[in-house]
């Protein structure tokens, strides 16, 4: 399916079950739960996503910054708001002020 899409599997994806998995137990290690997870559209931008976690009420408040990593464990780097989500930076931590909140 994910080929016919264009895209890839997830990395949790185990394909002789054909479902996702909490961890890969052929390898003994434990998975890090993400909060959220969204699938964007390509050429989606942290902007993007900082407006759909908004809107679903995930987060509140201004945009201050967002950090990104390609794979869970990698050290995040600092992405800009009109930067295109990509392998490189497809897992998020946006941060907002509290100005939303009252």
Do not use: C, Q
């Amino acid at each position: 399916f994910f080929g016919a899409a264009g895209g890839v599997a997830p990395s949790l994806w185990d394909k002789d079950r054909g479902m996702y998995t909490a961890a890969d137990a052929s390898k003994k290690r434990t998975a890090t739960a993400l909060r959220d997870v969204l699938v964007m559209r390509p050429g989606s931008t942290v902007e993007d996503v900082f407006s759909v976690l908004k809107k679903l009420g995930a987060i509140s408040g201004e945009f201050v910054r967002a950090e990104g990593a390609g794979v869970i464990g990698e050290k995040p780097k600092l992405v800009k708001k009109d930067d295109r989500i990509g392998k490189h930076n497809r897992i998020l931590k946006v941060m907002t002020n509290k100005r939303g909140i009252k």
